[in-house]
């Protein structure tokens, strides 16, 4: 497809079961970007993959969060355990990232809405 | 941590009127961008203002950039009731040789045009 484009749309879940979140991005983006968005909340950063450098996973709030990538193709983002906290909208963007200088915006996906019950 | 804080955190304005919201950051960038969002999914990005500009327009959008304050503001004139949603900046961080690297966004600013 032409946009970034995530699966599922919407998750209900019970607490402590683990679930996994899919982001394609667009063909040929090296950058690929998780956030999560609570309720009426800005952005929070989770984690930042770009090219075949290590992903910057700072943002990942606890050790039950966890992301791949495969080369610059499909991320999934595994969330294990999950806490009723962990209710919220994942977003995963993508952009071209890579070269001095570059300087290019990014592509947005509509979000995975995730509810633990 | 949030490298982006908007302010306000909510503007209601009428028809016609201009908004204007703010941001502030924290540390060096390669640029800083503003996104729009509706509905609370997906953003849609406005505009990309680089780290050696100071101003930039994009229709009936205009930003500026004070690197030396680190701040930068959007200013939408003749508002519109269409352009009722969530605005957020977002700094695009500088990696190691001057690419580009993460994007990581402020808390927003809801903006409610009223018709």
């Known amino acids: 497809g032409a946009g970034v484009s995530q699966s599922p749309s919407n998750k209900v879940t019970e607490k402590g079961k683990d679930v996994e979140l899919r982001c394609d991005p667009i063909s040929g983006h090296t950058a690929l970007y998780w956030y999560r968005q609570r309720l009426g909340q800005g952005l929070e950063f989770l984690i930042y993959?770009?090219?075949?450098?290590?992903?910057?996973k700072s943002g990942l709030p606890s050790d039950r969060f966890s992301a791949e990538r495969t080369g610059e193709s499909v991320s999934t983002l595994t969330i294990q355990r999950t806490q009723q906290e962990d209710s919220a909208v994942y977003l995963c963007?993508?952009?071209?990232?890579?070269?001095?200088?570059?300087?290019?915006?990014?592509?947005f996906g509509q979000g995975t809405r995730l509810t633990v019950v | 941590s949030q490298q982006g804080e908007e302010d306000p955190q909510a503007l209601s304005i009428q028809e016609g009127e201009n908004a204007t919201m703010n941001c502030s950051y924290k540390?060096?960038?390669?640029?800083l961008q503003w996104y729009r969002q509706n509905s609370g999914r997906g953003l849609v990005h406005l505009i990309l203002i680089r780290s050696n500009e100071r101003e930039k327009h994009s229709g009936r959008l205009r930003v500026t950039l004070d690197t030396s304050k680190k701040s930068s503001s959007l200013l939408i004139t003749a508002s519109r009731a269409a352009d009722t949603a969530s605005y957020f900046c977002a700094t695009a961080l500088m990696n190691y040789g001057g690419s580009q690297g993460n994007l990581i966004f402020g808390k927003g600013t809801k903006l409610s045009v009223k018709p």
């Open positions: 993959f770009q090219g075949n450098s290590a992903p910057d």
């Open positions: 963007a993508s952009s071209l990232a890579l070269g001095f200088s570059a300087n290019t915006e990014a592509f």
């Open positions: 540390t060096s960038i390669n640029n």
